[in-house]
């Protein structure tokens, strides 16, 4: 089963505007982490920002937030003000367990395309 | 933040011969390293998780006589593509994680392999 699911293959949004970016997850652990990467065409990839199961607040990185709704299982990426330079893959992954081996599993990503 | 390198970048090679793709913590030790295979416009499959000192963890259907793992030291592991086919081209990524920042996983670059 599909732990990581990221519904939207291609995304586009006019430059300025916010995006969100759809996440849902799947596990049984009441302890798991929830990352965002991005990765332009360079192959790169960069850590966006994260979410612990147990954090209360929603993070927040610069202009990216993660919005967390635990009882529906989705973790959104928002991305406000977008720039040229935010067009990329991004991922959805997830940790299960505080500490157990830490491997990520990884959704199928989101081609975002920010217009001019 | 924390630097993962990865050599070669890229190479090139024929069927049949052996490829050793390095991966290291540059300041910072991992006792954990995990390899991802991504073949392009989709996601990150996890292959393996390197412990230091130890056997690597194979995800299912990984064949282990095919992708050696060797970690041999707390900033270095290495994936060896054994007799390798040009089945086996894809973008191979490593990633550590700092001992000291559990929540924290950091990517190299990437290696791309393209067997002729």
């Known amino acids: 089963a599909q732990k990581i699911t990221q519904t939207q293959p291609g995304m586009f949004v006019q430059e300025k505007e916010a995006v969100t970016l759809d996440c849902t997850y799947d596990?049984?652990?009441?302890?798991?982490?929830l990352f965002w990467y991005k990765q332009p065409s360079s192959g790169e990839m960069i850590f966006l920002i994260y979410?612990?199961?147990?954090?209360?607040q929603n993070a927040t990185e610069g202009r990216y937030s993660l919005n967390f709704q635990k009882a529906r299982k989705s973790a959104n990426l928002v991305i406000s003000a977008s720039q040229l330079g935010d067009s990329a893959m991004y991922f959805c992954?997830?940790?299960?367990?505080?500490?157990?081996?830490?491997?990520?599993?990884f959704g199928q990503g989101t081609e975002l395309s920010v217009k001019p | 933040g924390a630097v993962v390198s990865q050599h070669p970048s890229r190479v090139i090679c024929k069927s049949g011969t052996s490829v050793k793709i390095e991966c290291r913590s540059l300041?910072?030790?991992?006792?954990?390293m995990f390899w991802y295979r991504q073949f392009p416009k989709k996601s990150l499959m996890l292959m393996a998780t390197?412990?230091?000192?130890?056997?690597?963890?194979?995800e299912q259907g990984v064949e282990k006589d095919k992708f050696l793992i060797n970690h041999a030291s707390l900033t270095l592991s290495t994936l060896t593509v054994t007799s390798a086919h040009p089945e086996d081209s894809s973008f191979y990524i490593c990633?550590?994680?700092?001992?000291?920042?559990?929540?924290?996983?950091?990517f190299g670059p990437g290696t791309r392999l393209t067997v002729l």
């Open positions: 300041d910072f030790q991992a006792t954990t």
């Open positions: 992954a997830m940790r299960e367990g505080y500490n157990q081996g830490g491997k990520l599993i």
């Open positions: 990633s550590a994680r700092d001992m000291a920042r559990l929540n924290e996983q950091f």
């Open positions: 979410q612990g199961s147990y954090d209360e």
């Open positions: 596990t049984s652990d009441q302890s798991y982490g």
């Open positions: 390197s412990n230091e000192g130890s056997k690597a963890t194979y």
